[in-house]
């Protein structure tokens, strides 16, 4: 690694004004002052996903990473962040893939990913960005690009790159859009029709109350001490300190804790908790069994129903056998889909009812074919416990997410740059002509789209028509790890005339690409963001700790220089520079505030931020701890007033509007369907009895950081993506602990490392999502020399109600890998190449 001469010499410079803060005192009272730096270095405040945290800075080089001062329980992948920044995969220059440079749209688009990239200028990689938008709008119109990012761009407020793309792609022309997202695409589609909002980013029932009020806590498909470790804005890990105490209740029997899930988790572990293993994707069965036990046996509130609910009759008269199936959902009935006992059924469903009962539910389920159906059966589920709406009791959907149930403070967050052209103002381009096509699109059906055009498709209600898309831009997501099954994507890739990612890292979206443009990382630019996440506990300054790595600038800067190509650089930074825009949000802001804490009756402010000068130099602004809440009490207390956001107000059990639709695959109450694919004796076990859950990584934000080498050294397994296995599916094959496999299906194959552990039953293995891409070479049906998922993994909707991603509806087989392995690919950037 060089570190670049601008940088060493504005280090060696700043070293004669001397501040020096020791670390042990910044840690503890997590200040760090903008300072210059002598001798030991200079610490500064910055904010991430895993973390808010103090940097030493040394030499012009991130040297130590501490986490912020109130973050009591930091995540290790801190440690990784040191090898984020310095790497051998980050962008070093403006790239375009040699062929596409030697023949732009006429490209031979069938060595699309073979890696091969020549080295560009800033002016040329830009001047061909502008020319390639051109030529888009001009011979074909909006319909053909497509800029509907989604990701999990990093923190800050001015630099949200999605935003930037958006804005400057927009004041160019118009694009194709995307509605929904991957986290949640099942869930946040259904909820609204059954509890009246998306349930799943909303704020949920304070710990404290769970904590003091519920006697038994179910974890449904939920592994919150895993998934805590990131937030959406600057994490604090508030949520850590009340699993803290789950434990100890766990311990002295105060609360019976649950999880319901195939596999033991790193929170059950942690909490010592009980777990109820069922067959993957049957919870919907087992589900309706327990509907049916709590309903034969009278252990459900009619009185809560006849109040707060509406369907019921239709949903029992099915459980019961009196619908157009004619199958009584009994205990037994459901035991050989589930592999849970009858009796063990009946228990689970008597033991929800005896006392106050927290369900938790995470998201992973949702991300299955129907996954629509076990959201809606939970929330079902909840209604016949009649306890939703009290302190400890109902359901929550997010209680696993970047600190929900951590109270709110109920400050106001500081904005964000601008997504969108600002009003009044209308783009080069004004052509809103998308020729009878959609110009939004749901957000995992982009590929179908692709491979497509022309094709109608249904979603939530209406009809969407798929447009001819020639273009895509790419900023601050990479679909070549989020989306599912990778050899059908090279398929869809080769109808691609223009592809432009803007990243740090050389990913395998990078490699699949035709323009590449290297941001810097967050740790090179200046920004602010909320520390906390959902409990808004104050405003962070992230200072830039080092100039921008090798040619890399801020997207805020890429993006000006784009427009400034069709004379509008201007318009798009409002004429301001970075740190203005740091200081305007950080203004509104504290404006926001003051109007909020006047008095009541008076308009003297109770309290103020301080100035922004001050903020920046001491490095946070702490907004105080928020009050405890009850999701839906409300609407308990008064459900005319407070009607929930349904057709009706009411919980919907069966609902009207969506039995319109007559959609077989998701109808008018939640149903038991099987899945074109399932382990433990479903379709296609025979060939592939093994089930492939791609859950979120425990040391990665997806596939950030997998390129921290450091960070990867601590899971790899022979520098591959680990395969988690049971031992018995393990013997069964004569894979041993470290052993190289090979991983298959029909859609796919990958390398990977086996890790064999009793957390893993039968016909269950793990891979996490995000692992780097890294095929032999371009052509379809390439073995992929790291292990991501996706490149097994299936790519079909939900249900054409939400039409969202369906990753963990997957079956493989597995066998040791003999001979000799080839060499990885993942990381290490482009093949550099000469015209
Ligand atoms: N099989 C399977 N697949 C899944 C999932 C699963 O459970 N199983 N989960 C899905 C879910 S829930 C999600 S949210 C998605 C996540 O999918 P993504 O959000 O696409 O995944 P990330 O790895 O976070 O990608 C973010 C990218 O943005 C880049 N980036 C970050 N900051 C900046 C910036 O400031 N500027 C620029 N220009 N680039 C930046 C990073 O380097 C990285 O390449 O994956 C989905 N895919
Ligand atoms: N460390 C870390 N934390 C993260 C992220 C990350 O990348 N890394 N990503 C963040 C993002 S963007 C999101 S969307 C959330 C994701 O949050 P989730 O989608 O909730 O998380 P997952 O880890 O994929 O899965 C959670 C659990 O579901 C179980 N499960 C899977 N299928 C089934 C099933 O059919 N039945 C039952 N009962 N259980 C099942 C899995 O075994 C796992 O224990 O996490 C967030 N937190
Ligand atoms: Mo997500």
Redesign the pocket.
């Known amino acids: 690694m060089t570190i670049s001469r601008r940088s060493f010499l504005k280090g060696a410079m700043a070293g004669s004004a001397a501040s020096l803060i020791g670390p042990g005192l910044l840690a503890s009272s997590a200040l760090a002052a903008e300072g210059a730096e002598v001798g030991l270095g200079v610490w500064k405040t910055s904010g991430s996903h895993w973390g808010a945290l103090n940097a030493l800075v040394k030499g012009g080089k991130v040297a130590e990473i501490k986490p912020f001062g109130a973050d009591r329980h930091p995540t290790e992948m801190l440690n990784g962040i040191k090898g984020l920044i310095y790497n051998p995969s980050r962008i070093r220059y403006p790239m375009a893939r040699l062929e596409w440079l030697k023949h732009r749209q006429d490209a031979d688009r069938t060595t699309r990913g073979d890696n091969r990239f020549v080295r560009l200028t800033w002016d040329a990689a830009l001047d061909l960005f502008h020319e390639e938008l051109e030529r888009t709008q001009t011979d074909y119109g909006p319909w053909a690009l497509y800029a509907g990012a989604t ?4 923190t800050g407020q001015v ?1 949200s ?1 999605g935003n930037h793309m958006q804005r400057a792609v927009a004041m160019h022309g118009h694009f194709v859009k995307k509605v929904g ?3 949640t695409g099942a869930g946040q589609v259904i909820l609204p029709y059954v509890l009246g909002s998306t349930e799943v980013y909303s704020q949920g029932t304070s710990w404290p109350l769970i904590l003091e009020n519920s006697k038994t806590v179910v974890l449904w498909g939920n592994d919150p001490y895993k998934n805590l470790q990131v937030g959406w804005n600057c994490e604090t890990h508030e949520s850590y300190a009340y699993l803290e105490q789950l434990k100890a209740k766990v311990a002295d029997g105060s609360i019976r804790v649950i999880s319901v899930d195939p596999v033991r988790t790193k929170t059950q572990n942690y909490l010592g908790c009980e777990q109820l293993y069922l067959n993957p994707m049957t919870d919907v069965a087992f589900m309706l069994a327990m509907a049916y036990t709590l309903y034969n046996e009278e252990l459900y509130s009619q009185e809560f129903i006849d109040a707060y609910a509406l369907g019921f009759d239709d949903f029992i008269a099915y459980v019961q056998g009196e619908g157009d199936d004619g199958e009584a959902k009994t205990p037994e009935w459901a035991a050989p889909i589930c592999g849970v006992d009858a009796e063990q059924i009946r228990d689970f469903a008597r033991l929800l009812a005896a006392d106050r009962t927290q369900l938790l539910f995470g998201w ?1 389920i949702q ?1 299955q074919q129907h996954g629509e159906q076990p959201y809606w059966m939970g929330a079902v589920l909840a209604t016949m416990l009649g306890q939703i709406g009290l302190p400890g009791g109902g359901i929550s959907y997010g209680h696993h997410y970047s600190s929900i149930g951590v109270p709110s403070s109920g400050a106001s967050a500081p904005g964000a740059f601008p997504r969108n052209v600002d009003a009044g103002k209308t783009p080069e381009h004004d052509n809103t002509d998308f020729q009878g096509a959609a110009s939004t699109i749901p957000v995992a059906r982009w590929i179908d789209c692709l491979l497509n055009p022309g094709e109608t498709i249904q979603y939530n209600g209406s009809e969407v028509v798929f447009p001819d898309i020639r273009m895509c831009v790419f ?5 070549w ?2 989306h ?1 099954d990778h050899n059908r994507m090279k398929q869809a890739f080769r109808k691609l005339e223009t592809v432009v990612t ?4 050389w ?1 395998a ?1 990078c490699r699949f690409s035709d323009l590449v443009l290297p ?1 810097c990382t ?1 740790f090179e630019r200046n920004d602010l963001d909320v520390y906390g996440s959902y409990s808004n506990r104050g405003v962070l300054a992230m200072h830039k700790l080092v100039d921008p790595l090798f040619h890399s600038r801020s ?1 805020f800067d890429i993006f000006t220089d784009l427009c400034r190509r069709f004379g509008r650089d201007e318009e798009y930074r409002q004429e301001l520079d970075e740190m203005g825009w740091v200081k305007k949000l950080y203004d509104e802001c504290r404006e926001a505030n003051t109007a909020l804490s006047a008095a009541p009756g008076g308009d003297e402010p109770t309290s103020s931020m301080p100035d922004f000068a001050t903020f920046w130099k001491d490095g946070y602004v702490d907004f105080g701890p928020g009050e405890n809440w009850v999701r839906h009490a409300d609407f308990r207390q008064a459900p005319e007033v407070n009607a929930l956001g349904t057709p009706s107000g009411f919980i919907e059990i069966s609902s009207r509007k969506i039995g319109r639709y007559e959609y077989d695959d998701c109808q008018a109450h939640p149903r038991w369907m099987e899945k074109a694919e399932r382990s433990h004796g479903g379709p296609g076990s025979d060939r592939y009895p093994l089930w492939l859950q ?3 990584p425990d040391k990665r ?4 950081m997998c390129e921290s080498e450091a960070l990867r050294a601590t899971y790899a397994v022979q520098g591959r993506e680990p395969i988690f296995i049971g031992p018995e599916d393990a013997e069964a094959r004569g894979i041993q602990d470290g052993d190289l496999v090979r991983v298959y299906n029909d859609r796919g194959q990958l390398l990977a490392g086996a890790v064999v552990s009793d957390d893993f039953p039968s016909g269950v293995v793990r891979i996490q ?2 692992a780097w891409y890294g095929p032999v070479g371009p052509e379809i049906g390439a073995l992929d020399t790291y292990g991501d ?2 490149t097994l ?1 299936l790519d079909v909707g939900t249900s054409k109600l939400a039409q969202a ?1 369906s ?2 509806t997957c079956v493989v087989e597995i066998e040791r890998f003999e001979g000799e392995a080839p060499a990885v690919t993942a990381f290490g950037g482009p093949i550099t190449v000469d015209v």
């Open positions: 990701g999990w761009r990093q630099h790159c997202d991957y986290s992973a991300r900023s601050g997501c990479n679909p790890h989020h599912q803007i990243d740090y890292a990913n979206t941001a967050q997207d791609s859950v979120h934000l997806h596939s950030q999502e995000g998922p996706n993994t991603p990753a963990n």
